[in-house]
Structures are given as C-alpha cells and as structure tokens.
C-alpha cells in the first residue's frame, strides 16, 4: 500500500522538532532524501538512516559520519525523537510502523525540505514535467560562477558542486520542486521557474486540468510579493498563472518574451547565442550542452539570476561554463567505434528534445536502447513513444520497468518494438540487450542509452573501447 506525505506545515514541523536531538531518515539512500539529511547534520542534529541496499551516496553519508543501517529494521528508529520518511517506502515499512506504534513524529520527505528551506532568505524552486535537473544545475553554475554562495538541492548528480547538493550560505536556496503527489505544495518558495507542464504520472494526475491546477497552487505559494519565470511558449504554463497575483517574468521565442535569444547558432548541435532582455542585450553564451531545449533552460536561468541581481558576465560565464549533469546526454565512452551517451529521458517529451539534439551529434546513424518507465506511463503515452523512437535509426528496447506498478499484460516492450516497425527490437532482458550492442553499432554511430528504471546499469556492463 502506498504511503502520503504529511502537511504539518513549517511552523508545525518546527513544533514537532522542539527539543529534538536525533533524527531518523528512512530511505536515506535517496537523491533528496541524503542531501536533507546532511543539512540537517549540518544544522546541529544527530542523524542516522537507512536504506534497503547499500550504494554510493550511502558510502558518501558514511563517510562524513551519517549512521546507515542496511535494511530495514524496527529497532533502527529506537532512541529517535523524529522520522523522516520517502513515499518510495510503504505503509508496512517496519521502522515506519515502529515510530507510528512509539509515536515519534513521522513527517514526509516533502513536508521536511518545505520546513527545511524557511532558514534560507531566498528561496527558488525549479519545477516543471521536464528539465528541472538541468536547469538547477544550470543555476548553481550561474550563482556559483557570481560568488553567490547557494545552496543547492537537485533531483541529479552535477559534478562541479561535488554531487546531488551544495551545501552554501544562507541568502539562497535553489531547489528541484517534484509535481509528482503534489510534493511541491509543501514547499515554500519566493520564487519559482515554470519550464513547462503537460500530461505526466498518469498514476496521480487523473488528465491536464489537474495538472494545470497543480501549478497554479505551486506557483501561488509564492504570495503576492513573489516571483514566477515562466515559459512563454507553453499554453499549459501560462493557463496555470492566469489567477497568479505576483509578478511574472517570460521566457522563450514568443515575442512578448521578457527574455529571448537571438542570433542562434547550433553549429555541432551545441548552441551559441545572445540573450536580450526586454529587447536590450544582455550577454553571449556558448553552451556546452547539445539541444535546442537547453536554449530554453538558459534563458530561464538567466531571468532567475537577473532577478536575483547577479551581473550578466556572471550569467554568460556560468552558462557557458555549464558542463551538463550526470544522465543527461553524458557521454561514457566508446563501444565498436560508436560515442555512446546516457541519459535519464522517460517521456516522450524528453525522449524527442533528447534524439533530437544527439541526431546533431553524428553524421552516421542514431542508436536509442530504450527501457519505459512505468505501465501507466507507456499505456497513456503509447502512441506518443512510438511516435519520438523513431526518430532513432535503430531502437534496442528492453522490458518495461514497473517501478511501484504490477505488470500490465496490455502494454510491452514488445508491443512498442512492433508499432515503431522494423528498426526496432525488443529484448528480454537488459543483459541480452547489452550482449547484442557490439554487433549493432558501426564506427562513427551515436547511442543513447535512455530511461529512468535501471537502463543504467547498461552503462556499467559495457566493455568499451580501450584508446
């Protein structure tokens, strides 16, 4: 059974925590989940955890002198004064139960970061179906590159910030927001980007409407004296910020954009261009990303920096300075002469902005190995996921990854490989689909290895070639 975040709110969580010493994170092993828990060391409290296997970021949190327990266990939470929990867990989670049965205080992932961020002066929050990672890695470069000192809270790993958070001043804090649940509207931002918004996590949103709703609750945390950017050219975005009384900065290649590029030059399938605001010029970039989607991250970041009073070198210097972020078309190595990138791409929205800047790329032919993230997502989508595959050469899919769904006998990787047609082939397992990459690839292809369940592990079970 499913378990849901709490809504005790900032003040109630600051009750609930009065007096507390130890604080205990289950699933601790989590891209957020890991980056609270050493913010919340940092902020004075004892912290264990625990997780169902053991990984890097759990070696990481060992290594700065976090507690981990392997397993989950009921007596791991004793002497705890507070739980702190991911909805990746279930209601039967012993430790879960555990601290309901001793009633320690239980306060959800979401719940705690809301709570979280009210130290912080400012605060932005990146949200968006698409493109979130990228662009808050693209604001910590920027605020990085500004001396700005953020803190910094992402869905992905960024290398030049040492990983999934930074952990910096005060005066700024630059979150992921996550739609999925409504998990953003616990937070609390003074500012927030919307990147785009469409028909996601079917499981949750029962059509668009909802969706739409949902941004205009997380954008209206903002207040009145708050701050939405917001992508011009997206219909969802603006139909969300239509009751919005705070002030609104646009991005995009609409005209009425506050912020546009101009004179865009993709030359290698990287983007350089000049960004105007309010048709003054404000600075050159030269991305070092490929896709024309990052063009937009761009200028969302640079609304977001401006606003905050970060100087336009600071701005074209962090952009272009901006290396990309881990599984968001990195590139691994070679394998039978051919570049082979991974990449974290799950809808079809991402999978066509994501084929589209790698076809770019080469000049022989584009390889996708695909694995779809969820039934309910490839069922609702399906037409649109044929739809953005073929614009590969040639597509290697692997199952279906079910995530926290039962198999649904109606939808299959095999049913995806037929309706895309003969370019495309369905494997049994990612272990055969890696087996017959060598044979597939020819020198001078490009592969992306794409998906959100385990496709990485693809990246760690090729022998690539030696220079």
Known sequence: MSIVNTHFGAEGIDRLLCGCKKIFFIGIGGVSMSSLAHISRLRG??????????????????????????????????????????????????????????????????????????????????SG???????????????????????????????????????????????????????FLDFNPTDVIILNAELEHVDYFADLDA????????????????????????????????????????YGYSENSDFKAENIDMSNGRAAFDIYKNGEYL???ALRVPGRHNIMNALAVSAAADLYGL?????????????????????????????????????????????????????????????????????????????????????????IYAAREANDPEVSSERLAAAIGKKATAYESTESLVAALSEKLEVGDLLVIMGAGDIDRACEMIEYDKD
């Open 45 to 126: 409290f004892s912290v264990e955890g625990s997780d169902r296997s053991p990984s890097k970021i759990t070696k990481k949190l060992c290594e700065n002198g976090i507690k981990v327990h392997i397993g989950h266990e009921a007596e791991n939470v004793s002497g705890c004064d507070a739980v702190v929990y991911t909805l990746a867990i279930g209601e039967d989670n012993p430790e879960y139960v555990e601290a309901k049965r001793l009633g320690i205080p239980a306060i959800s992932r979401a719940d705690y970061l809301g709570y979280i961020m009210t130290g912080f002066a400012r605060r932005l929050g990146v």
């Open 129 to 183: 179906m698409h493109g979130k990672s990228s662009c808050t890695g693209m604001c910590a470069a920027v605020f990085m590159a500004a001396g700005a000192d953020p803190t910094v809270v992402s869905g992905a790993s960024y290398p030049a910030m040492g990983g999934f958070y930074r952990i910096g001043g005060h005066g700024n804090f630059i979150f992921e927001a996550c739609e999925y649940k409504d998990s």
């Open 211 to 250: 969706v739409i709703s949902s941004f205009a609750k997380f954008a209206a945390l903002t207040g009145e004296n708050g701050n939405v950017i917001a992508n011009a050219d997206d219909e969802n975005v603006l139909a969300a910020l239509r009751k919005y009384n705070g002030n609104v900065i646009t």
């Open 283 to 285: 600075c050159s970039v």
């Open 311 to 399: 100087s336009a070198e600071a701005i074209g210097r962090g952009l272009s300075e901006f290396c990309g972020i881990k599984r968001r078309m990195e590139y691994r190595g070679k394998l039978s002469g051919a570049e082979v990138f991974d990449d974290y791409g799950h809808h079809p929205t991402e999978i066509t902005a994501t084929l589209e800047g790698a076809r770019a790329l080469t000049k022989k032919r584009l390889v996708c190995a695909f694995q779809s993230h969820t039934y309910s997502r490839t069922k609702a989508l399906f037409d649109d996921f044929v739809a953005a595959l073929t614009l590969a050469d040639e597509v290697l899919l692997a199952p």
